[in-house]
């Protein structure tokens, strides 16, 4: 018998996923997205409540202009966005994908009650669909 095809987030959602707190700093930021591979990651509080998101773009410029003024790069706290387009984990697969034509995120939290339980990416929500579709 085939595998089922995945139809929620749930199933395809990376649940061991890096994140950092908004006490982060944005040079430890930079090693953990270039570590793990990822364009942003969720900021989440001491109770994995997500509280921002920070991506690639959001620090770039930080860690330029203090590499020139050879200061320490910010916290993620001061350049985080609070703005999150989040997901919950029983959201459709095809739902979400509908939603990623218009909006730009790479990377989606996935969040129950409020806490993180993992994120999605657009990548990982191509690959489901292709399974959908060929399976």
């Known amino acids: 018998m085939p595998n ?3 139809t929620t987030v749930r199933e395809i959602m990376s649940r061991d996923c890096y994140r950092v707190t908004g006490k982060t700093s944005v040079s ?3 090693k953990g997205l270039a570590l ?3 364009p942003g990651v969720p900021v989440v509080d001491e109770r994995d409540q997500l509280i921002g998101f920070i991506s690639e773009q959001d620090v770039m410029g930080k ?3 203090s590499s020139y ?3 320490e790069p910010p916290l993620v706290s001061e350049l985080m966005r609070n703005e999150v387009l989040s997901v919950p984990p029983n959201k459709s697969i095809t739902d979400l994908a509908q939603e990623m034509l218009g909006a730009k995120p790479k990377v ?3 969040v129950e ?3 993180l339980v993992g994120i999605v990416t657009r990548r990982d929500v191509l ?4 399974r959908m579709r060929y399976s």
């Open 4 to 6: 089922k095809a995945p």
């Open 28 to 30: 430890t930021l930079a």
């Open 36 to 38: 793990h591979r990822l």
């Open 63 to 65: 860690v330029l202009e």
């Open 69 to 71: 003024l050879n200061e």
């Open 108 to 110: 989606y939290p996935v």
């Open 113 to 115: 009650q409020g806490r």
């Open 127 to 130: 690959s489901a669909i292709l």
